[in-house]
T-cell receptor
Framework: DTEVTQTPKHLVMGMTNKKSLKCEQH?????MYWYKQKAKKPPELMFVYSYEKLSINESVPSRFSPECPNSSLLNLHLHALQPEDSALYLCASSQVGGDRGYEQYFGPGTRLTVT | GDSVTQMEGPVTLSEEAFLTINCTYT??????LFWYVQYPGEGLQLLLKATKADDKGSNKGFEATYRKETTSFHLEKGSVQVSDSAVYFC??????????FGQGTELSVKP
């Protein structure tokens, strides 16, 4: 099973709302990732968790707050977003090891619209 | 730093045509190389991978060979179908587990 699930599939939120995106994997992977993707562009890395600890934050604004409650779950808490934050948010997971890592498996994404 | 360059699209082909999407990379050391495919409205799917020089990755009729001498990982398929219409991303495994993506190539296959 190489499935990564994400909920919700679509989300519309106002700039004053608080919402959360959820991601789950049951492949036993110990690295999980959040990406932001604009239309027809490559995904941009936001955060990396390794063994449930935040290992990389790509200078993401504090209105995005990640959380990794356990090895299977990854959340992204959203607060006071801007319209330019509208995008497809992708979660991915992979094994951990070596200097250069392994292939990542992606979820279907959450399409976020900020009004 | 590490980088990936792939041919710009969009690429438009007729069904059953031969496909090549060029990908070249710059990296220190020995990264793994990947092709991901993204169908409209979906996430990225791993299409194939190669972990060392001269490895050939293959899946669903697509192939790519890790060429260290030319720092390339070109994607090929002998006969494309309408269902292959998607955006294709070449990527390498960067330091710290990061994926370094190319800009993506949009493929449109006409019946």
């Amino acid at each position: 099973d190489t499935e990564v699930t994400q909920t919700p599939k679509h989300l519309v939120m106002g700039m004053t709302n608080k919402k959360s995106l959820k991601c789950e994997q049951h492949m036993g992977h110990r690295a999980m990732y959040w990406y932001k993707q604009k239309a027809k562009k490559p995904p941009e890395l936001m955060f990396v968790y390794s063994y449930e600890k935040l290992s990389i934050n790509e200078s993401v604004p504090s209105r995005f707050s990640p959380e990794c409650p356990n090895s299977s779950l990854l959340n992204l808490h959203l607060h006071a977003l801007q319209p330019e934050d509208s995008a497809l948010y992708l979660c991915a997971s992979s094994q951990v090891g070596g200097d250069r890592g392994y292939e990542q498996y992606f979820g279907p994404g959450t399409r976020l619209t900020v009004t | 730093g590490d980088s990936v360059t792939q041919m710009e699209g969009p690429v438009t082909l007729s069904e059953e045509a031969f496909l090549t999407i060029n990908c070249t990379y710059t990296a220190t050391g020995y990264p793994s190389l990947f092709w991901y495919v993204q169908y409209p409205g979906e996430g990225l799917q791993l299409l194939l991978k190669a972990t060392k020089a001269d490895d050939k990755g293959s899946n669903k009729g697509f192939e790519a060979t890790y060429r260290k001498e030319t720092t390339s990982f070109h994607l090929e398929k002998g006969s494309v179908q309408v269902s292959d219409s998607a955006v294709y991303f070449c990527a390498l495994s960067g330091w710290g587990g990061k994926l370094i993506f190319g800009q993506g190539t949009e493929l449109s296959v006409k019946p």
